[in-house]
């Protein structure tokens, strides 16, 4: 019964970053990697970009996995946290002319179509060390966590 109730929900992994950005891309190499294992009923997609274009991905599926790129102070390179939606509340939401960041495309969805917003949505942010240089290749540190990651985003897959 639990397998078939996990085969009905719609599930989405979404890799987001800049795969030249060096750690940036961190996301997107998650991605490619989930992507190899084939998961049955999990899509996984990589968004190059945020803002609008995220809420259109995101938008019919009930589970949503987005893994990205997140530099704080102290932060270690390669640890990651999980976070929800409700951890970006107190965060300052904005729009820039270049778009509209994470927080603030999510938010617009549950206002302008919240029966279509995914009930479940995890953020995996992976610290990162390198996100100004031009590379299609990480810093050490966060290229030996993608497998770590890997693991971790297929565990909470099958929780559903």
Not at 83 to 98: I, K, N, Q
Not at 110 to 127: D, G, N, T
């Amino acid at each position: 019964m639990a397998d078939a109730l996990r085969s009905s929900v719609k599930r989405l992994v979404l890799g987001v970053g800049n795969p030249i950005g060096t750690d940036d891309g961190v996301g997107i190499h998650v991605a490619r990697e989930l992507k190899k294992l084939d998961l049955p009923g999990v899509e996984v997609e990589e968004l190059p970009a945020s803002g609008l274009e995220l809420l259109d991905m995101v938008v019919g599926y009930d589970k949503v996995i987005i893994v990205d790129a997140i530099k704080t102070r102290g932060g270690n390179p390669g640890d990651f946290y999980t976070l929800t939606e409700d951890d970006f509340v107190r965060s300052v939401h904005g729009a820039s002319p270049h778009g509209i960041n994470i927080p603030t495309a999510l938010a617009m969805g549950r206002r302008i179509v919240p029966e279509q917003m995914p009930r479940e949505l995890i953020f995996v942010a992976v610290e990162v060390e390198d996100i100004e240089n031009v590379s299609d290749k990480m810093t050490p540190k966060v290229a030996k966590a993608v497998p770590r990651i890997v693991e971790f985003v297929e565990e909470r897959l099958k929780s559903s």
